[in-house]
């Protein structure tokens, strides 16, 4: 099981950059395939960001480009790079988890874990 806590979130400008972390205080953090989702007040979560256990990376098409995925197993951290941030960026993003998950699907019903998220927000 993986015990999930984001980080890093804040008040930035546009064009400024964040980076995130999720980290896990469980001990199989390795076996976990992990995704960042977004959610705007009133909508439902929507993907971001995502790194398989082996190190393939998925991101939403809204992404391109601005965002880089990573994680440092050894850490028990995956990381959110966030580039050129936009007004629109601005949400309440979340950390998930999933055991041995290698496929193409990166919707919230794929995740079984949840962190309880952290706020970004990008002013003007």
């Known amino acids: 099981q993986v015990y999930l806590v984001e980080s890093g979130g804040g008040l930035v400008q546009t064009g400024d950059s964040l980076r995130l972390s999720c980290t896990d205080s469980?001990?199989?953090?390795?076996?976990?395939?992990l995704g960042w989702f977004r959610q705007f007040p009133g909508k439902e979560r929507e993907f971001v960001a995502g790194?398989?256990?082996?190190?393939?990376?998925y991101y939403g098409d809204f992404v391109k480009g601005r965002f880089f995925v990573s994680r440092d197993d050894a850490k028990n951290t995956m990381y959110l790079q966030m580039d050129s941030l936009q007004q629109w960026d601005s949400a309440t993003y979340y950390c998930?988890?999933?055991?041995?998950?290698?496929?193409?699907?990166?919707?919230?019903?794929?995740?079984?874990?949840w962190g309880q998220g952290t706020q970004v927000t990008v002013s003007s």
């Open positions: 469980g001990s199989a953090f390795s076996s976990y395939s």
């Open positions: 790194i398989t256990y082996n190190g393939k990376r």
């Open positions: 998930a988890g999933v055991a041995y998950y290698d496929g193409t699907y990166w919707r919230e019903g794929t995740f079984d874990y």
